[in-house]
């Protein structure tokens, strides 16, 4: 399956994420069995007590420091694999439906468009307009666009403005609401 530039930058950056731990893991990794090797060469040497139960305890923590910081790290590798999986069959299942509704789904974006071009719509307000009704916030419209969240603030308020329309929630309503009529009920 093919990833959007956003879910590789958002891979990118738990790989990110995780480089600390793992390096971290590492280190205390080293430090056990230095430790470890240290304690066993002072064992045979007869040091004294104290020095090999301080070793001994150094040895504990890194043990567990290492230990603890893998375990995070494969329950993160986990969690990521469960959201990718849940991505892929949400993918999976929008193909089969876009798939299933092309034809209906051509004639609503024709129809829609068509009604932007009725309200006199720029090409940038038309842009904006159908990232509203695809239900992007503002902020994530000027990041799609590369433009400021008050730019798009201004542009949104004018799609409403010549549509006649009140808000986002009433541009999705002009769009929506004959699609949503009830079934007619059929004869008995």
């Known amino acids: 399956m093919t990833h959007t530039r956003f879910e590789i930058e958002l891979m990118n ?9 793992v390096l971290l893991a590492t280190a205390f990794g080293m ?5 470890a090797w240290d304690l066993l060469a002072d064992w045979s040497s007869g040091v004294d007590a104290a020095h090999v139960a301080v070793e001994s305890l150094v040895l504990g923590i890194s043990g567990i420091a290492m230990i603890a910081l893998l375990r995070d790290v494969f329950r993160q590798r986990q969690s990521l694999n469960r959201l990718a999986r849940t991505l ?8 089969r439906w876009r798939n299933r509704y092309r034809e209906t789904l051509a004639g609503l974006g024709q129809a829609i468009q068509e009604q932007f071009h009725r ?14 009704l695809k239900g992007l916030s ?5 990041q799609a666009r590369g433009t400021g969240e008050r730019t798009v603030r201004e542009q949104a308020r ?12 009433a541009l999705s309503a002009f769009f ?9 009920p059929g004869p008995d």
């Not at 430090?31 to 430790?35: A, E, K, N, P």
């Not at 929506?176 to 007619?184: A, G, K, N, V």
Request: aromatic share 8%; glycine share 4%.
């Open 13 to 21: 950056e738990f790989k990110e994420m995780q480089r600390l731990p």
């Open 31 to 35: 430090i056990f069995f230095l430790v």
């Open 88 to 95: 892929d069959r949400a993918r999976e299942e929008s193909t």
């Open 119 to 132: 309200w006199n719509l720029s090409a940038a307000e038309a842009e904006i307009g159908l990232m509203l």
């Open 138 to 142: 503002l902020k994530e419209i000027a």
């Open 158 to 169: 004018a799609v409403y403005q010549k549509a006649g329309l009140a808000n986002r929630a």
């Open 176 to 184: 929506l609401e004959d699609l949503l009529l009830p079934e007619e």
